[in-house]
């Protein structure tokens, strides 16, 4: 019996969470309103394609593959505002590449605008009331170009994917099941297991959704430039060094490392790494390099209550704020306000507050964090007088904070929540 994936004219998140999620691909046609435009997308494609220095690497959240060959170099190969748009990008690379076919794919794709972000998120709100906000949060993924098929092959992820459709027709092919035999976990030639798959093709404004135990390959549906733009939810394989990650540094989409990086936040000094021997009997010593022991005994120290319970918090609360989706792309500098400037809660925006022992508040929003000197009672008034749909005036809500707390210290808090864009100055 032929399998095939259901189509939908209409869209709603209670519908498809009912008959799909978790379940099996369904295809939207049409959507509207979309959850990502053009110009959001290319410009969110340059900023996360950056190269700096004279050899031109490959940022480590971008990949760049020319028919079957993945490049370690740029080669001026990524987009840039010059460009113009994907039209433009594309007609650049043709007289590059000469017809050669090509795949651009960029991780953490949200991070690199925060309009597409705002709108990825509200869009995705609908979910998360139904199912649940992702433990260590949905990742977009950009893929763009004339490929043949995914550079990585068939292959399964421990993601349930939503991919809309945003230029030209793409063609995503699905195996229920695992299709062949043999003791790999991708396969790049899977030409005799295409009897046994079934496909959709996505055109713009499609939306396709498949959960995360399909076997799946992208293909070009035609020889023309196609753009998607991947959401992927963790479903399968979760496993607890995820959550350690996001605990013990922040990720930094432009390095897809730690921010302060591992070494700043466990504090591990630099030791000798490599063990002396073997000896004569051919083993090694029992004695673990000093980096080891080291690094062992940064985690333990870290492991600590007074270490882990405010790391913790900061984790959980930016988490709640962020709307599914991290890292959030980064805030703005911090703007002087004045007694007169007018400010309204922006769509979406939640901020959470917890105390920070002795030195205040921890305050987040939009999955970013600052922290204030402001006691409860000056919180709860701030946050309170922000919850109405009018715009409140800066003097208005420095009036209501208790007697003797600093008004500057509040006025500084409003100017960060509003460069984590969860204020908005009206005009």
Not at 24 to 33: D, G, K, T, Y
Not at 364 to 378: E, Q
Not at 406 to 420: G, K, N, V
Request: proline share 9%; charged share 20%.
């Amino acid at each position: 019996m032929s399998i095939s994936v259901a189509v939908e004219k209409e869209f709603d998140w209670t519908t498809f969470v009912e008959r799909y999620w978790d379940r099996s691909p369904v295809l939207f046609r049409a959507l509207s309103p979309a959850p990502f435009e053009a110009s959001e997308v290319f410009r969110s494609a340059v900023h996360g394609s950056p190269c700096a220095g004279p050899e031109e690497r490959m940022p480590p959240h971008a990949q760049l593959t020319v028919e079957r060959v993945q490049l370690d170099t740029a080669g001026g190969l990524l987009p840039t505002a010059e460009d113009g748009d994907f039209d433009g990008y594309d007609t650049r690379l043709a007289a590059r590449l000469g017809g050669l076919r090509y795949a651009l794919v960029v991780n953490d794709f949200h991070a690199f605008d925060a309009d597409l972000w705002s709108r990825e998120r509200a869009f995705y709100a609908g979910l998360w009331e139904a199912v649940g906000l992702p433990v260590t949060g949905a990742i977009t993924t950009l893929f763009h170009g004339t490929y043949e098929h995914s550079p990585v092959g068939v292959h399964k992820d421990r993601f349930a994917t939503f991919m809309f459709g945003l230029r030209g027709r793409k063609r995503m092919r699905f195996w229920p099941r695992r299709p062949w035999d043999e003791a790999v976990s991708t396969k790049v030639d899977y030409t005799g297991h295409l009897p046994e798959s079934f496909s959709a093709d996505v055109g713009p404004g499609d939306l396709l959704y498949w959960p995360s135990d399909y076997y799946h390959v992208g293909e070009s549906a035609t020889t023309s430039p196609a753009t998607s733009v991947n959401v992927g939810v963790p479903r399968d394989e979760h496993h607890v060094g995820y959550e350690m990650e996001a605990l013990i540094a922040d990720l930094d989409p432009t390095r897809r490392t730690g921010r302060g990086s591992l070494d700043t936040l466990l504090h591990v000094p630099e030791a000798e790494v490599s063990a002396p021997g073997p000896g004569p009997d051919g083993l090694l010593s029992p004695v673990l390099p000093e980096a080891f022991n080291d690094a062992v005994r940064a985690l333990a120290a870290f492991a600590r209550p007074e270490r882990t319970g405010p790391r913790v918090t900061t984790v959980s609360l930016r988490h709640w704020t962020a709307g599914g989706f991290a890292p959030a792309p980064p805030a703005t500098a911090p703007r002087a306000l004045a007694d007169t400037d007018r400010l309204r809660t922006a769509p979406g925006a939640r901020v959470l507050w917890a105390p920070d022992g002795d030195a205040g508040t921890l305050c987040t929003a939009n999955g970013l964090h600052t922290r204030t000197p402001l006691g409860p009672g000056a919180m709860t008034a701030i946050t309170q007088s922000l919850t109405g749909p009018a715009p409140v005036r800066v003097s208005d809500i420095l009036s209501l904070v208790p007697p003797g707390t600093p008004r500057e210290d509040a006025r500084t808090l409003l100017e960060h929540l509003e460069s984590f864009r969860a204020l908005h100055r009206e005009p």
